[in-house]
Nanobody
């Protein structure tokens, strides 16, 4: 059973940066599409970004385009989310997920890591 564990969340000031990591165990991520999702307080979960199995294709929510970068290292069984120019509205629990395609209800989920953007 594939297990995903996120790390790298924390408190950051507006305009700052954070890099989230998601490490997998119990299987290889090589053949999965990987995604980052987030859920802000009182809001529904939303998709942030996905990357294909080879890393060749990525997509981003309009709200994070130009600020966030998704990447993966299949040798390390890890996916990353580099978050720059953070805004208070980026505050949320961030989840990584894996599936054969990028979709709202991915098959495998981590437990999430909290990102708080505040001065």
């Amino acid at each position: 059973q594939l297990q995903l564990v996120e790390s790298g969340g924390g408190l950051v000031q507006p305009g700052g940066s954070l890099r989230l990591s998601c490490a997998a165990s119990g299987g290889t991520l090589d053949y999965y599409v990987l995604g980052w999702f987030r859920q802000a307080p009182g809001k529904e979960r939303e998709g942030v970004s996905c990357v294909t199995s080879t890393g060749g294709t990525t997509n981003y929510a309009d709200s994070v385009k130009g600020r966030f970068i998704i990447s993966r290292d299949n040798a390390k069984n890890t996916v990353y989310l580099q978050m720059n120019s953070l805004k208070p509205e980026d505050t949320a629990i961030y989840y990584c997920a894996a599936d054969i395609r990028c979709r709202r209800d991915m098959d495998y989920w981590g437990k999430g890591t909290l990102v708080t953007v505040s001065s």
